[in-house]
């Protein structure tokens, strides 16, 4: 009744092959973005849009990279915190080096160094698959986080390891890095970002470079008889991926630290990514964010939830029965629909078509 | 189809037979210590129906594999259009025009039926990457162009009603179909068949037979198969090739072979007459 696409006549292959061609997805998509750029800016208090907002844009679009290559070409990756470093400091080196440089050029910059890397660590995929591969691009992760940790050309020379992002304008006087940004306008920046790299991943994904991705997660073999080269196309997501991630990284350093060094980036962030992959959805834009915002929001959701049960005076219980409930949770989704949130999301709308008169 | 239509379009089909397409040069092919392929040699005219025979193991679909270049033979080599190749590879061949289906079904289980086949026109996009994630200009009019060609073949192949369905939920023998319509995708000049009709019932058997037919006379594809199925190899196919232990044992039409004593001997069984 809700969700039906009765009635909607696609005449044309063009309106048949729109990015969203059901009327309801539509007009969904843009509830979705005039919330999020429009009134959330409005309502939510710096707090909100610090702690919980930034971060769950920004995983999201981490997630969204690493979803190409893991998701869409099959190749398991556990580099993702590796590719984040490398992004933010080839901006903050970008940034510190070439100050007249705008903000833009700075992250697209960074994001495109951060490609070049990830396909230089994607090299072995031709030859090793599945779970070896993810053991090869953890040498990526351990590797330039050692570089980052260990040269301190990367950091400046700063005595500390830590980077700071220098301000940047995205016009005049509107900063949106650095400390001189107020939350709203890096939460406004990043958003943006995110949502313009969302939409062409959703393209991408859909169109030949996709199908390219997806033909060779699904059956090389085949894949290579018709015509597709497998390392030119697995290479490709992995510049992709990196680039997504890449991004992300200079977001997470500019735009929601501010101030961050190498090992903020280890091993536990790609795990942690991976897992919202895993919870979201492989193969899927929308599962991306939804697992972001499962991994990121739902502690931080069960946590005040336990604080205003009167579990004010035991933090350190609030804190252990946090991680209980959520592992519970996470376990339980993986029993209930192991492809992930976007699935179940699916699922739902499948029957939204019928209800309520499912005959 | 009755039989003297049938026969009839046998007789068109035979003037529409054009110069040698492919030939198979003294292939040899070994893995490890086991001769798969031993100095076997023939050629794929255009436009013909050419069977490829023979008892399990036999080497059939390591001749396609070497054809396509998917193996790389020891010994011989493959000329395409009177072109001697030094090694023929699997690139080299789906951008001249070599399709090819598998004995078992090699699809994108993950993707639908349309995205299946919208792979099978991958050669002829041209897009850049980043053209394809603003899906504007030349992205959007090739995959508007390539879509109106794919349903062209959807409807050629009768599957219109599970172009959205992703193919790992399809049955066996629409996936058999589906797979067709990848490689014919293509636009082959040359469509290699491995097994096409393995696991099918009679129905689906005739349907792919008509097919096979429809392809080879409407767009004048060149047809390579594999098949088991006796009845339908002597009814569609022009020359037959049999291949027993690796080594080539026939060679010829229908009739011819399936007189040939040695033929006989190792594949049909003994003689019925």
């Not at chain 1, 995929?125 to 040269?151: C, D, E, M, P």
């Not at chain 1, 964010?289 to 502690?299: D, H, N, Q, R, S």
Request: aromatic share 10%; with cysteine; proline share 4%.
């Amino acid at each position: 009744m809700i969700y039906r696409e009765t009635g909607q006549f696609k005449t044309s292959y063009a309106a048949d092959q729109a990015i969203f061609p059901i009327a309801q997805d539509r007009l969904g998509m843009l509830v979705i973005l005039a919330v999020a750029f429009v009134a959330v800016p409005l309502m939510a208090s710096d707090y909100w849009l610090t702690t919980i907002l930034l971060p769950f844009v920004i995983y999201g679009l981490a997630a969204l990279g690493l979803n190409i290559l893991t998701g869409y070409a099959g190749q398991l990756s556990l580099g993702t915190g590796g590719f984040m470093a490398c992004g933010a400091f080839a901006a903050y080196k970008l940034a510190t080096a070439f100050p007249e440089l705008h903000v833009l050029v700075v992250f697209a910059l960074s994001g495109l160094i951060t490609a070049a890397v990830g396909m230089l660590f994607g090299l072995p995929s031709l030859r090793i698959k599945g779970f070896y591969l993810a053991v090869a691009t953890l040498a990526a992760q351990f590797f330039l986080l050692w570089l980052f940790n260990k040269v301190p050309w990367f950091t400046n020379y700063s005595s500390s390891g830590v980077i700071s992002a220098p301000p940047l304008a995205i016009w005049g006087e509107t900063y949106v890095t650095g400390f001189e940004a107020t939350p709203r306008a890096k939460y406004l920046f990043a958003l943006t970002v995110v949502t313009l790299l969302a939409l062409a991943a959703k393209n991408m994904t859909r169109l030949k470079i996709g199908r390219a991705w997806m033909a060779i997660r699904d059956m090389d073999i085949a894949a290579e008889i018709i015509g597709i080269r497998p390392l030119a196309t697995k290479l490709s997501a992995f510049a992709v991926s990196s680039f997504y991630c890449g991004v992300a990284g200079a977001l997470w350093a500019f735009a929601y630290t501010g101030a961050v060094e190498a090992l903020a980036f280890d091993i536990n962030v790609s795990f942690r990514i991976l897992f919202m992959i895993i919870i979201g959805g492989l193969g899927s834009i929308l599962g991306s964010f939804l697992g972001a915002g499962f991994i990121v929001l739902l502690p931080i959701f069960l946590n005040n939830a336990l604080l205003a049960m009167g579990m004010a005076e035991a933090v350190a219980l609030a804190s252990h029965l946090e991680f209980m409930i959520m592992g519970a949770l996470i376990i339980l989704f993986l029993i209930v629909e192991p492809h992930g949130l976007a699935r179940l999301w699916q699922i739902l709308k499948e029957k939204l078509r019928k209800w309520p008169f499912p005959y | 189809m009755s039989g003297v239509q049938q026969r009839e379009s046998a007789v068109q089909r035979k003037r529409h037979i054009g110069d040698v397409l492919l030939a198979a040069e003294n292939i040899g092919l070994r893995f490890g210590g086991v001769q798969a392929l031993a100095g076997v040699s023939f050629d794929i005219r255009e436009g013909e129906i050419r069977a490829i025979i023979g008892p399990n193991g036999a080497g059939k679909s390591s001749m396609l594999n070497v054809i396509n270049g998917f193996y790389q033979p020891q010994e011989g080599h493959i000329v395409w259009r009177g072109q001697r190749m030094r090694r023929m590879r699997p690139h080299f061949a789906a951008r001249n025009g070599i399709a090819r289906t598998f004995q078992n079904i090699a699809l994108f289980k993950g993707m639908t039926t349309l995205d299946n086949i919208m792979t099978g026109r991958m050669l002829k996009m041209r897009a850049t990457m980043l053209e394809q994630a603003v899906f504007w200009g030349r992205a959007r009019r090739e995959e508007l162009e390539h879509r109106a060609f794919v349903e062209r073949i959807i409807d050629f192949l009768e599957i219109p009603h599970i172009r959205n369905v992703p193919v790992g939920k399809l049955p066996y023998g629409l996936q058999k179909r589906v797979e067709l319509a990848r490689a014919l995708a293509m636009e082959p000049t040359l469509l290699l068949l491995d097994e096409p009709m393995a696991g099918m019932n009679l129905e689906e058997k005739e349907d792919m037979c008509r097919y096979i037919l429809d392809v080879n006379e409407e767009f004048g594809t060149t047809v390579a198969l594999i098949e088991h199925d006796m009845g339908v190899v002597m009814d569609i196919s022009d020359r037959v090739v049999v291949l027993d232990y690796g080594r080539l044992l026939a060679d010829g039409p229908p009739e011819e072979v399936r007189r040939d004593p040695e033929v006989i001997k190792a594949y049909l069984g003994v003689s019925q007459d």
